[in-house]
C-alpha cells in the first residue's frame, strides 16, 4: 500500500536466496525493491571485509556507517529498524554486539544470521566491484526517519515479536577449560556444577542432560546458552560491558571434551543446556498472536477515542506490512500443524502483504514485552536465536489534521 512503491525512485535492492538444506541448493528467495517510503529514509550499508584488515575495524566502520548514515537523514544516530542479513560463513555473534552496544534500545534489528544475498546500495562507493576486492560479511537495510519529511506525510512506526523455541534443561555449568579447534569452527570445553570442584566431561554433560530428557534427547537439538559478559566498544568509544547470551550448537561429546559449534567462549563463563522444544514454541506463538492482537485493538480504541473530536474517520493508525524470519527447523514437522508461525500474522492482518524466510538462525533485537528474554538466561540478551520466529510489523499513521 505505502511501501515498496515500484517507481523510479528505486534506491536499493537486497535478495537473498535460502542456502543448501540437505545439501539440495535451493533457488529461492526473496527480491526486496524499496521505493518512496514516506516519512523514513532507506539504504543498504554493507559490512566489507578486507582481506587484510581485522574484523574487529571493520565491524566498527559498518557500525559508524550506519550511524552516520541515519544522522545525516535524520538527525540522531539509530535508525528505526534494521532487516540484516548475515553471510553464513562468518560469525554474526560480534556484529551483533556492537551494533547492539551502539544503537538505541527503540531500534529494532531483523534478519538471518546465515543468508545469501546480492544487494545495490544508492551510494555506489557502498557497491561490491567486479574486481572482489571486498566481500560483504553482511548487508544492512536501515530504515531511518527523514527529517526533512514534507508536511502531510504521517509516520511509519515498527513492531518487533519473537515466538521462541528452545528451552533450558540442567543445571548452570561454569566453562572449566576452553580450546578452540583449528579451523575456528568448534569449541572444545569441559565444565564444572556451580559450587562443585569435579569436572565434567562431554559424556558426563550429555548423560545428565539425557537423564533430566527421559531418554529422549536423540530427538531435539540440543544447544549450549553462554552467558558472555564483554567488555565492548566501537571505535573510540568509552568501553561498556555488555552481557549477552550466545548459543551454539551442540555436535557431541566424549570423555574428554563437548564439542559445540562457533567460538567465543571463555574459561570462567557460565552455561546451560538448551533444546528444541515445540511446545514452547506453540505456546509462544500464541503469546505472539494474542499480543499482536492486543496491539490491534489498543489503535483502534486509541483513534476511536480521536474520532469524536477529528471529523477524518481514515486518521487511524494500519498496519500495510510484515517480515518473518523463521528457523528451518519449525514449519509442519516441528508443530505437527501447518502454518503456526504465518498465523499470528495473517490472523491479525489480513489481506496485509507479508514476506518471510527462513534462516538458519535468526536475528532478531527490539525492546518489547513481546521478546520473553527474561527467561533465556536471566538479565542476558539474546539477538541470535535458533529455533524461533521473528516478525517484524509496519504500521502507518496519517498525519494529524
Ligand atoms: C572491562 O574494562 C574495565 C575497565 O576498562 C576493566 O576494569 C574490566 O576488568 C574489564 N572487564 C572484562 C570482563 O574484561
Ligand atoms: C505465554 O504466556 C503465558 C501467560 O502470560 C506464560 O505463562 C507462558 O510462559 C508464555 N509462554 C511462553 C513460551 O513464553
Known amino acids: 500500500m505505502f511501501l515498496f512503491l515500484n517507481s523510479g525512485f528505486i534506491k536499493c535492492q537486497v535478495k537473498w536466496i535460502d542456502g543448501n538444506i540437505d545439501e539440495v541448493p535451493v533457488n529461492t528467495g526473496i ?26 575495524s571493520m565491524i566498527d ?34 556484529i551483533l554486539e556492537k551494533l547492539d552496544y551502539a544503537m538505541s534500545m527503540e531500534t529494532i534489528i531483523v534478519g538471518d544470521e546465515r543468508g545469501q544475498f546480492v544487494y545495490r546500495s544508492s551510494d555506489v562507493s557502498r557497491n561490491v566491484g567486479t574486481n572482489k576486492k571486498h566481500s560483504p560479511d553482511a548487508v544492512a537495510l536501515v530504515f531511518a526517519r527523514d527529517r526533512n519529511k514534507a508536511r502531510g506525510i504521517g509516520n511509519i512506526e515498527f513492531h518487533f515479536a519473537l515466538s521462541k523455541g528452545v528451552s533450558a534443561i540442567g543445571p548452570r555449568l561454569k566453562a572449566a577449560s576452553v580450546r578452540v579447534q583449528d579451523s575456528y569452527t568448534v ?17 558426563q554433560m550429555l548423560e545428565d542432560i539425557d537423564n533430566e530428557m527421559e531418554n529422549n534427547m536423540d530427538c531435539v537439538d540440543l544447544y549450549i546458552g553462554v552467558t558472555r559478559r564483554r567488555n565492548c566498544s566501537v571505535g573510540s568509544d568509552k568501553p561498556k560491558m555488555m552481557t549477552t547470551l550466545a548459543l551454539h550448537g551442540v555436535e557431541g561429546g566424549d570423555s574428554e571434551y563437548l564439542y559445540v559449534d562457533g567460538v567465543g567462549i571463555r574459561t570462567g563463563d557460565y552455561f546451560q543446556f538448551y533444546h528444541s522444544d515445540p511446545k514452547t514454541a506453540l505456546s509462544s506463538s500464541r503469546n505472539v498472536s494474542s499480543t499482536l492482537r492486543k496491539l490491534k485493538l489498543d489503535w483502534d480504541s486509541k483513534s476511536s477515542l480521536s474520532k469524536s473530536t477529528i471529523i477524518n474517520a481514515v486518521d487511524k493508525k494500519e498496519a500495510f506490512g510484515g517480515f518473518i524470519f523463521s528457523c528451518l527447523g519449525r514449519g509442519e514437522s516441528f508443530f505437527g500443524q501447518l502454518n503456526v508461525d504465518s498465523s499470528p500474522f495473517l490472523d491479525n492482518f489480513p489481506r496485509v502483504p507479508v514476506a518471510g524466510t527462513f534462516c538458519g538462525g535468526e536475528i532478531g533485537r527490539g525492546c518489547t514485552s513481546l521478546t520473553a528474554n527474561g527467561d533465556e538466561g536471566g538479565s542476558a540478551r539474546c539477538h541470535l536465536h535458533v529455533y524461533s520466529t521473528v516478525y517484524l510489523v509496519m504500521l502507518y499513521t496519517p498525519p494529524e489534521h
Open 31 to 56: 527480491v526486496l525493491t524499496v521505493g518512496f517510503v514516506p516519512g523514513l529514509k532507506v539504504d543498504v550499508i554493507p559490512l566489507l571485509r578486507q582481506r587484510k584488515a581485522p574484523q574487529g
Open 187 to 203: 569449541t572444545w570445553l569441559t565444565a564444572r556444577r556451580e559450587g562443585q570442584q569435579e569436572i565434567l566431561d562431554g559424556q
Open 61 to 94: 566502520k559498518f557500525v559508524q556507517d550506519i550511524k552516520s548514515y541515519t544522522s545525516s537523514m535524520s538527525g540522531c544516530t539509530s535508525p528505526q529498524a534494521i532487516i540484516m542479513i548475515g553471510d553464513g560463513s562468518v560469525d554474526q555473534k560480534p
